[in-house]
Each structure stands twice: as C-alpha cells, then as structure tokens.
C-alpha cells in the first residue's frame, strides 16, 4: 500500500499547466482529472478513473471530491509592491481631474508621499498592513508573489520593509520572494545630489541587503523621471556582482531602451513596457526576458497606450500578469481582476491569461521548476474553482471563484459556505 496524504478527485476541468498533456488549450487539461500528494509535493496526476488502487490515505489524510469544480496550479502574482504605509486616494481624484501621473508627482505626490508614510510607520503597523494585504490576496487563489521594496529610500528603511517581508513569511502561507527596489526614485534629501544617492545605493545598500540575504531580486525604475539607462545599468550591475538577480521597471511612460537594457543584463523579468520598442520585443525574445504586464496601472492610470502583448506574444515572449499591487497606481489586491483586463485591454485570450499568472509568472521569478505548473515532483500549490471552465475565470469578473487554496498540499483557505 502506499499513503497519501492528500488525494483531489473528480475535477471537470484539470489544467496542468503541462506540456505533458497536449490537448487544443494548451494548458494541459485532463477531463476528471486528479491528483495524489505527499509529503507537500505531486506524486500521482491522472484520470479519476486510473487513480491506482494501492493508494490509501493515511493518518490525517484528506481526500476532496471536486466533481464539477476545475483545479489548478496556485496563481503566482509577479509584481507587487506589498509593504507600504498610508493611502493616496487623493491622487486618484485629481487624476480624475485631469492631472497626470508626472504632474501629480511634481507637486509633492506620488511615490515620495509614500516614502514619507512609510518612513514614519513602524514595524510593527507595516507588518499588520502587510497581513492585511496578504489574507486579501490568499482568498483570491494567490500562492506565490513578489514583493518589492522601494518606499524606504534609505538603508534604513528599506531594511524594515525588508524584514517586514521576512516576519511576515513566518506566518503567512503566501510566499514571498523579496526584490530590493531602493532605486524606486532619487528621495527628496538627495533632489540636488542625485549622484551621492547612487553611491549609496551601489556602495552602501546592495552590498549590505545581499550580506544580510533580505532580497532576492534587485530591481530599477529605469524612466525619465527616475534612473538613466546609465545609471540603471550601473545598479543591476552592481547587484549582480553581490548575487542579487536582476529585473527592471521598463519603458512605461517614456520609450526610454529599458527592454534592451533588460536583455543586455540577463534580466528575469522586464516589467510594465507600455512603450517597447520593437528591437525591444526582438531583444528580451532572444534573451528569454519574461514580460510582466501590469493592467491595473494601465486601467488606473487612465494610460492610452497599452503594452503591445500580442506582438510579444506572436514573437515568443513568455507574457506574465501581475497586480503592481501599490497606492498610487494600482491599489488592488486582486490577481483574477487583473486576468480580465489582460483579456479585455490587451487581447489576450483566457488561456494566455491564465499563463500569465502561473507558469510565466514562476518564469519571471526562475521557479518555474518548482511552481506554476501541476507535474509530479513540484511542489502541491493547488487551487480548487467554483467555476464551469477555465474560461470562466476571467470571464465572470469581480467575484471570488476560489474554493479552496492549498500550499504544499496543505489547505491554508477555504471560502466560507
């Protein structure tokens, strides 16, 4: 006999995620599908009907009937600013008004007003905001995300939002994997300095955040308004040599090079590419640069350019979707909202979506070994839909379809009845 601990049976819809199982989708559905875990990880993925008849539960084993229900992979946001301090619906009603992004920011709003909140905030409130927005994220089927700092500015600062990460992976199921992001904005001590702050950053900050092992990723807004290809060059660089991996904000306001600098660099993701250029698209193809899109800042922002998603599409590019969850330009929690308006503003259709947030997303973060796809080996990050089909999902927008989420084949949620 061989125990199992967990066994999910009778599903309408499988989507695997798998080249395994090629089937017109492209998202490797098995029809009454299930699945065996053990000790956290696949160890059986199959038809309801060849289950093998050895396998038993053992002690505190579970076995979930999801006839009519589809499951799949735990979705994966890939871009997120999870750890900040206050709100700034202010802006929002002056964009309403007329004022853009820039504008807003040159008069004092914008990520600096974060960067004050945030410096003003405690560990301890960062932490309970942080929770907060993580429990919201959980219900909507979210696993895995990364999250970046960037609203400290200082090393001090962005050493608490860093260790707010770290405490807060102790106690939530969500992963969390830590990007550090101090060249969000030149802070306003440094308006007149720029070049000291860049010291800093280079000389000061990677090296002690990648001593300390708090970060991951290291990241840049390369943008007019923020760091020059030069300069961003010089960062990603510098976190390479300290073993940070690198991603960047790229050619969202401004067509500005970003995406050929994220190919030049090795990148793992270029991120938001509202003005890609076409040598861009060819570059990060060639390279295997992920792309992450960011519709709800698109959609927030009220932009009237879009990132070109079917030409990257069409050209090979692994196209990811995340949140951009943060308080000026895209307040949401929501990963399956962000599904729709992929499909609605950028004309991907469902299955690309769904792609996009967990397979490419894992690809955006080198875990695609490990999540973002249902094979045997990979770790049991597991949803369960109240939904017809995979379509659906993106199609019926503004409610919660997860009934269950599992991490490691353990339920971590499940939607009140």
């Given at each position: ?6 066994i999910i049976k009778n599903s309408r819809e499988l989507l695997t995620l798998s080249s395994s199982y090629r089937e017109e989708s492209g998202l490797g559905i098995i029809r009454n599908g299930a699945i065996a875990v053990k000790e956290g990880r696949i160890f059986w993925i199959g038809n309801t009907d060849e289950i093998p008849g050895d ?363």
């Open positions: 006999m061989t125990e199992i601990d967990l396998y038993v539960l053992g002690l505190g084993g579970r076995e979930i009937d999801a006839t009519g229900k589809v499951v799949m992979p735990g979705l994966i946001d890939s871009h997120t600013h999870l750890i900040f301090a206050g709100s700034r619906e202010n802006e929002f009603e002056q964009r309403i008004q007329g004022f853009s992004y820039l504008e807003i920011a040159g008069k004092g709003g914008g990520i600096l007003s974060t960067v004050e909140a945030t410096r003003k905030a405690s560990s301890d409130e960062l932490f309970f905001l942080g929770k907060r927005r993580l429990d919201r994220i959980l219900s909507k089927g979210v696993t895995t995300l990364e999250a970046k700092s960037g609203y400290g500015l200082s090393l001090h600062d962005e050493i608490k939002i860093l260790k707010t990460m770290r405490a807060l992976q102790e106690v939530h199921p969500v992963r969390i994997v830590p990007t550090f992001l101090g060249a969000h904005t030149i802070p306003r001590e440094f308006k007149h300095d720029r070049a000291h702050y860049i010291d800093l950053l280079t000389q000061e900050m990677i090296p002690r955040i990648a001593q300390e092992g708090l970060a991951e990723f290291c990241d840049v807004f390369c943008e007019e308004k923020a760091f020059t290809l030069v300069e961003s060059k010089k960062i990603l660089e510098t976190g390479i040599k300290y073993g940070l991996k690198p991603k960047i904000h790229a050619d969202q306001l401004n067509p500005g090079g970003g995406a050929e600098l994220a190919a030049e660099v090795g990148a793992f993701s270029a991120d938001h590419l509202e003005y890609v250029s076409r040598e861009g698209i060819k570059k990060i193809a060639e390279k295997k640069v992920t792309a992450v899109l960011l519709p709800g800042a698109s959609f927030f922002l009220c932009m009237k350019k879009y990132p070109p998603a079917r030409d990257m599409i069409e050209q090979g590019v692994a196209v990811s979707l995340a949140t951009d969850l943060n308080p000026g330009s895209s307040m949401t929690e929501s990963l399956p909202l962000m599904m729709t308006m992929g499909c609605t503003l950028y004309q991907m259709v469902p299955k690309e979506v769904i792609q996009g947030t967990t397979i490419h997303a894992a690809r955006s973060m080198g875990r695609e070994n490990e999540i973002g796809s249902l094979e045997v080996g990979k770790q049991a990050d597991i949803l369960c839909l109240d939904i017809p089909n995979y379509r659906y999902l993106p199609y019926h927008f503004g409610v919660d379809h997860t009934e269950i989420v599992m991490k490691k084949g353990r339920i971590v949620y499940q939607r009140p009845t």
